[in-house]
T-cell receptor, first 111, second 117 residues
């Protein structure tokens, strides 16, 4: 079942912070985060495998709340290069090798 | 350079004319997958393959076929394309459980933009 992402779109000024949420109605084995810049292929950011786990990538980090079946991606002190569409992908505990992607969150960072 | 390649990158065709989009990876990945991307719908999986001669349907397989005769190649076949298959297609690959992955980071190809008239 496709995860839900919120917000659908967000506009930030450089230096501002943002949070993107991803939630599922199913028990999750893992959550994956990808970023896709305009006209390019999605690129892997990070994966979270355990409930409560937090990972970091530059100034981008994420958390995974297994009980709530949701994950959040945190972008701090945003840079122009962070603009793009962010996808979460979820793998359910009953089919952990199959990742289903959410509809994406469009993030625009302006000067 | 480790990469996933797709050809063609752009294709305009007409309804009913069979076409094949090729996908190749040089990372010795056993897992390969095809996605289509449409505005507001994200990436939807069409077919995937866990290894040579092993393929399975994803979420939107209708109207598509795949084959996996070699580990590196995973072509997508549209036997009779229709306008609702106009989309941006991505091929992706990753390690498989048999290759000892603990997480399956997927590497995506550059995409193929298909228009069916």
């Amino acid at each position: 079942q496709q995860p839900v992402q919120s917000p659908q779109a967000v506009i930030l000024r450089e230096g501002e912070d943002a949070v993107i949420n991803c939630s599922s109605s199913k028990a999750l084995y893992s959550v994956h985060w990808y970023r896709q810049k305009h006209g390019e292929a999605p690129v892997f950011l990070m994966i979270l495998l355990k409930g409560g786990e937090q990972k970091g990538h530059e100034k981008i980090s994420a958390s995974f709340n297994e009980k709530k079946q949701q994950s959040s991606l945190y972008l701090t002190a945003s840079q122009l290069s962070y603009s793009g569409t962010y996808f979460c992908g979820t793998a359910e505990k009953t089919s952990y090798d199959k990742v289903i992607f959410g509809p994406g969150t469009s993030l625009s960072v302006i000067p | 350079e480790a990469q996933v390649t797709q050809n063609p990158r752009y294709l305009i065709t007409v309804t009913g004319k069979k076409l094949t989009v090729t996908c190749s990876q040089n990372m010795n990945h056993e897992y390969m997958s095809w996605y289509r991307q449409d505005p507001g719908l994200g990436l939807r999986q069409i077919y995937y393959s866990m290894n040579v001669e092993v393929t399975d349907k994803g979420d939107v397989p209708e109207g598509y076929k795949v084959s996996r005769k070699e580990k590196r190649n995973f072509p997508l076949i549209l036997e009779s394309p229709s306008p609702n298959q106009t989309s941006l297609y991505f091929c992706a690959s990753s390690l498989s459980p048999q290759q000892g992955w603990t997480y399956n980071e997927q590497f995506f190809g550059p995409g193929t933009r298909l228009t069916v008239l």
